[in-house]
C-alpha cells in the first residue's frame, strides 16, 4: 500500500501546491519513465481524478513540475539580486555554487528530461520558450548592474543562461567538477575590469 508523502513547510499551503511539491519529490527520487497518471498518483498517495482536476493530463503534470523547478531557482537567483549591496560577480558565483551543489543535481537532471520531452511535444510546446523568457528580466537587471544596457544586457542575459545550462549539462554528463570550474572561472575573468553601472 502507498502512503502519502509528507512535506515540511506546506502549512497553508493550497491542494494543488501541496499535489505539485508532493510530485517533485517523487521524481526527483525515481525520476522519469513513461507513467500514466494514475501510476503518479499511486506514488504519492493520491488519485488520478486529482491530478487531473489540477493538472488537466499526464503532460500538464509534467509541465508544472518543470516550472516548479525552475521557479525554485529563479527566486534564489531574485532574492540575491535584492541585496544591493552584493556585487552583480558576486551573485554570479553563488548561482554557479547553487546550481554545482550535489543536493540540487536530482532535481536538474529532471529539468534537462523534462525540458528534452517539451522540444518534442507539441503540448507542451509554450514551456520551453518560457523558461528562457522568465529569466531574462532578472538575468538584464543583472548585466545592467555590469555596465551594459539595452540589446548588450540583453545578449549577455542570453549568453549567460545558456552558458550556465551548458556547464551544469557538462558536469551532470562527466563529473568532472574540476574542468566545469575552471571553465566557468575562465568565463567570469571577462568581467573582473568591467566598471559598474553609475
Do not use: K
Amino acid at each position: 500500500m502507498c502512503q502519502t508523502v509528507q512535506y515540511a513547510g506546506m502549512d497553508g499551503a493550497s491542494p494543488r501546491e501541496r499535489l505539485l511539491d508532493a510530485l517533485l519529490a517523487h521524481f526527483e527520487r525515481d525520476g522519469l519513465s513513461d507513467t500514466s497518471l494514475r501510476a503518479m498518483a499511486a506514488a504519492i498517495g493520491s488519485s488520478h481524478r486529482m491530478l487531473s482536476y489540477h493538472f488537466g493530463s499526464r503532460q500538464g503534470v509534467l509541465v508544472e513540475v518543470s516550472r516548479a523547478v525552475e521557479r525554485r531557482q529563479r527566486e534564489a537567483f531574485e532574492a540575491m539580486l535584492a541585496e544591493p549591496s552584493t556585487s552583480p560577480l558576486t551573485i554570479m558565483r553563488r548561482m554557479y555554487e547553487r546550481f554545482t551543489d550535489p543536493g540540487l543535481h536530482a532535481q536538474e537532471r529532471l529539468f534537462f528530461e523534462l525540458y528534452a520531452r517539451a522540444l518534442l511535444d507539441p503540448d507542451a510546446s509554450a514551456f520551453v520558450p518560457e523558461v528562457v523568457e522568465a529569466w531574462l528580466g532578472p538575468l538584464v537587471e543583472l548585466f545592467t548592474r555590469l555596465g551594459f544596457t539595452g540589446q548588450e544586457a540583453v545578449a549577455e542575459a542570453r549568453i549567460a543562461l545558456a552558458l550556465s545550462r551548458g556547464m551544469l549539462l557538462d558536469l551532470l554528463a562527466t563529473g568532472d567538477r574540476a574542468a566545469v570550474d575552471a571553465a566557468v572561472d575562465h568565463y567570469l575573468r571577462r568581467y573582473d575590469d568591467r566598471p559598474p553601472a553609475t
